[in-house]
């Protein structure tokens, strides 16, 4: 005849289930988003511009040169988009001066 088993064998077995669930690693999101390609060039030349440049250099999924060429570039996407910007910010200021007496 079998027995059944006790409620505290019952507690200890789920216990250990449920922590060895737990304890299994899961990559960051930071991690995840760094050894992702696409979400990496998304985010510098759409986002970021030159400050996620170290995001680039930590990533693992691109060559020394992948990174290096990509640097560059970025760095001059950010120096269009900060020039555009102090075209933009230049030419609105001129004409705000024109309104004001």
Known sequence: MMTEPTSDAVDTEVVTR???MT???RPSI???FIG???VLLIL???ATLFLGLPALWVS???TRNEKVVHTFLVC???ALVLAGFYVVMAWAMG???EVMP
Do not use: D, G, H
Request: proline fraction near 8%; hydrophobic fraction near 40%; avoid cysteine.
């Open 60 to 62: 693992p999924v691109f």
């Open 18 to 20: 449920s922590s060895e």
């Open 95 to 97: 004409r705000i001066q």
């Open 76 to 78: 001059v996407w950010s």
């Open 23 to 25: 304890t299994r690693p």
């Open 36 to 38: 992702n390609r696409k």
């Open 44 to 46: 510098l030349y759409a």
């Open 30 to 32: 930071l991690l995840q």
